[in-house]
């Protein structure tokens, strides 16, 4: 029940390319205003991550910020497809995983079962709601609202069985830098990483929440708490270098 059957249609996927990311989430907005996604809720969500680093030129403590584009996986063997209590979730012979809104008995089994936070119950609409790659714009030929979007060239999206296609091109090149988020979950996800755990800290992932949907205000400033040992001030008995001596 989990397979995609073999057909002549194209396998769809993409590769999250994090060197390039400069977390602008034009993305992420693109993605609300074509998709109608309600306020506070999220298909494609960008996290940022703070954390200590040395500045290479002083060798003294700085931070550094990190960003991480995330959406539906696509995942082949999907947890949530496998929940669904009324099989309203199910996966086109192109791979994308789609979810049936006249099935969906808003259980919330799927947003449970989802390892990487990408669905969510519309509270218009109170059905289960996530990213299916823009389907709709692929059927007019034309590339998801992120890609299309996205001013630094961070998704490499495409046809899998094409080697012309963007994401073919790409895996062809970085293909071994490429991997799954969280590959623990096993989900063989169509949507893969370029960067964790290089240009990003592999720690990040954890920002990503599992059994529930995005948290919007889980943004940027809920690293620092763990930034204060680096940056704590010096012990009392250090005098500050600017700071005067008396007599
Ligand atoms: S990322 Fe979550 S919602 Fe998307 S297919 Fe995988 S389990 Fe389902
Ligand atoms: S639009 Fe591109 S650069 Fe901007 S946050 Fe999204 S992936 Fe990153």
Known sequence: MNNASATASPQWGMV????RCIGCHACSVACKVENAVSL???RT???YYDYAATNPFNR???TKRAFLPTLCMQCTDAPC???CPTDA?????DGIVHINVDVCDRSR?????CPYGAIHIDPVSQVADKCDFCAHRLEADMAPACVEVCPAGVFAFGDLKDPASPVSVFNAKHGTQVKAMKAQEKTRPRVQYRGLGTAVPLAMEKKVPTGRPHDPM???TDTWDQLKAAFSPAPASTPHPTTPRKG
């Open 89 to 93: 979730i199910t996966r086109a012979a």
């Open 60 to 62: 003294q403590p700085t």
């Open 45 to 47: 969500k960008v996290y």
């Open 218 to 220: 889980s943004y940027e």
């Open 109 to 113: 089994d799927c947003i449970k079962a």
């Open 16 to 19: 999250v390319d994090l060197e």
């Open 81 to 83: 497809l496998d929940a």
């Open 40 to 42: 506070g809720f999220f």
